[in-house]
């Protein structure tokens, strides 16, 4: 389970570069630790969802998730802040 999760938040990061233009610039997987670092300060940390309704329908969602599907993610990327580290999942 860990694996999947892991494929798709590095595939929705990858989507999510693209759309942005970004696609020359490396994504970064990060580790628990990393992950735990950042949480200490959770301002500075956007968390997007990209999952459709029906995979969240059928997993769930995390507290805290913005849910942009990644169908929707180019004509919605304004609702993504360009000041904050984005945690996708």
């Given at each position: 389970?860990?694996?999947?999760?892991?494929?798709?938040?590095?595939?929705?990061?990858?989507?999510?570069?693209?759309?942005?233009?970004?696609?020359?610039?490396?994504?970064?997987?990060?580790?628990?630790?990393?992950?735990?670092?950042?949480?200490?300060?959770?301002?500075?940390?956007?968390?997007?969802?990209?999952?459709?309704?029906?995979?969240?329908?059928?997993?769930?969602?995390?507290?805290?998730?913005?849910n942009i599907p990644v169908s929707q993610l180019e004509g919605r990327l304004k609702e993504i802040p360009r000041d904050k580290v984005i945690?996708?999942?």
């Amino acid at each position: 389970m860990r694996t999947f999760f892991g494929a798709c938040a590095l595939g929705a990061a990858m989507l999510f570069g693209i759309a942005c233009g970004q696609s020359g610039k490396p994504v970064k997987e990060l580790n628990p630790e990393e992950l735990a670092k950042l949480l200490e300060k959770p301002e500075n940390i956007f968390f997007l969802d990209v999952r459709e309704p029906s995979e969240i329908a059928t997993l769930g969602t995390l507290k805290g998730y913005v849910n942009i599907p990644v169908s929707q993610l180019e004509g919605r990327l304004k609702e993504i802040p360009r000041d904050k580290v984005i945690v996708t999942l």
